[in-house]
C-alpha cells in the first residue's frame, strides 16, 4: 500500500495596525509554495459518477451542480477586502461610540466616563472585526501615518479613506434611526442633539489655537499608543490583547483630554456624522457653529497623527537592537 504524506503549511495570521510588513500578507508566499507541492500529491477526488456519489437520491433534487451554484462567490482581491473590512469596522466604532454618547444625553446624570469606555470598546470590537484584514484603521489620521512610516502602501490610503468615510456615515443613519424617537422629542429640537453625532468645543469657549493643539495632541498621543502596543521588539503584546489595549489607550484619551473639543481625534468619526445631520435637518449651524469649528476635527488630526508617529519612531523604534 502507498502511503501519502502530507506538508501542512503554517502561515501567520494578518499583522494588526502598526507593523511594518501587514501588507501584503507574508503568507502569500507560504500558501503559493503549499499549494504548487500538495496539488501533485492529493489523493484524486471522486466524480459525480463514481460509486461514493451512489448515495444521492433523484428525489431530493440537489446535486452538487446546484450546490455551486448557491455559493456566495469569495472577493480574492485585497484591497477589495480591506475596503470592506475597513467599513465594517469604522461602522462599528462610530455606531458603538456616538451610542455611547447617546446614553449619556438621554440619561441625564450619568457620568462622562460612560462615554470614555463606551468608546474605548468600540474601538476595540472595531479592530477586532477589521484588524485580520486591513489592520484595523478605522481612522484617516491613522491610516496616514502608518503610510508615511512606511508600515502600509500608498496604494491603501484613498481605499481606506472611502472605506472609513463611508462606514462611519452609515453608522450615524442607522443610530438616528435607532434613538428617532428621542432626538425628534427634544425640548430643543433636532439642533441640541447634534453632539451625539459630532464633536463641538466646550462652553466656556476655548481659543481657536486651544482647539488645534487639542486635536493635534490628541491624535499623536492616540497613534504613540498604536504603535507601541503594536511594536513586536517592544512589550511584544500578542495580537490577540492589541484591540483590547489600543481601545484602552482611547478610553484613557478621553477621560483626559475630551474638555475642549470633545476628543474626535478621527476625521471620519466627526466629518461623515456631522455630514449626515446635514442631509437629515438639523440644520447648517452643524457646520456654522462656533466660527466654522467642522475644519479643526477635520483636518487637523491628520498633522498630528504623523508627527505623533514620528515621536515614536525616533524615540523608540529606531533605536531597537538588531538582535531583538
Excluded at 503554517?10 to 507593523?19: H, S, V
Excluded at 504548487?36 to 452538487?64: C, I, N, Q, V, Y
Excluded at 456654522?288 to 515621536?311: M, N, Q, T
Aim: proline share 5%; glycine share 10%; hydrophobic share 40%.
Amino acid at each position: 500500500m502507498k502511503e501519502f504524506r502530507r506538508r501542512i503549511s503554517t502561515t501567520n495570521p494578518p499583522n494588526l495596525i502598526g507593523q511594518k510588513d501587514d501588507w501584503p500578507n507574508n503568507n502569500n508566499n507560504n500558501n503559493k509554495e503549499w499549494a504548487s507541492t500538495s496539488s501533485s500529491k492529493a489523493p484524486p477526488t471522486s466524480s459525480l459518477s463514481s460509486p461514493s456519489s451512489s448515495h444521492r437520491t433523484e428525489k431530493s433534487g440537489f446535486t452538487d451542480e446546484n450546490s455551486e451554484d448557491m455559493k456566495v462567490a469569495k472577493i480574492k482581491h485585497q484591497l477589495v477586502r480591506e475596503f470592506l473590512a475597513e467599513t465594517l469596522g469604522t461602522f462599528i466604532l462610530v455606531l458603538f461610540g456616538n451610542g455611547a454618547i447617546a446614553q449619556f444625553k438621554g440619561q441625564v446624570g450619568s457620568p462622562f466616563i460612560h462615554v470614555a469606555f463606551g468608546y474605548g470598546l468600540a474601538l476595540t470590537l472595531g479592530i477586532l472585526i477589521s484588524g485580520g484584514v486591513s489592520g484595523g484603521h478605522l481612522n484617516p489620521a491613522v491610516t496616514l501615518a502608518m503610510a508615511t512610516l512606511k508600515k502600509c502602501k500608498w496604494i491603501q490610503v484613498p481605499v481606506y479613506w472611502a472605506a472609513q468615510y463611508l462606514g462611519a456615515f452609515l453608522a450615524s443613519a442607522i443610530l438616528y434611526g435607532n434613538y428617532a424617537d428621542f432626538i425628534n422629542q427634544s425640548e430643543g429640537g433636532k439642533s441640541s442633539m447634534s453632539g451625539i453625532f459630532a464633536s463641538y468645543p466646550g462652553g466656556f469657549g476655548p481659543s481657536t489655537i486651544s482647539l488645534v493643539l487639542d486635536q493635534f495632541l490628541g491624535t499623536a498621543l492616540l497613534l504613540i499608543i498604536i504603535l507601541s502596543v503594536t511594536d513586536g521588539r517592544n512589550m511584544k503584546v500578542t495580537s490577540s490583547l492589541v484591540p483590547l489595549y489600543i481601545g484602552l489607550g482611547l478610553t484613557a484619551i478621553h477621560l483626559s483630554f475630551a474638555l475642549n473639543a470633545g476628543c474626535a481625534i478621527n476625521p471620519a468619526r466627526d466629518f461623515s456624522p456631522r455630514l449626515f445631520t446635514l442631509i437629515a435637518g438639523f440644520g447648517n449651524e452643524t457646520f456654522k457653529s462656533f466660527d466654522y469649528f467642522f475644519w479643526i476635527p477635520w483636518l487637523i488630526p491628520h498633522f498630528g497623527g504623523i508627527f505623533g508617529a514620528i515621536v515614536y519612531y525616533f524615540m523608540v523604534e529606531h533605536h531597537h537592537n538588531d538582535v531583538d
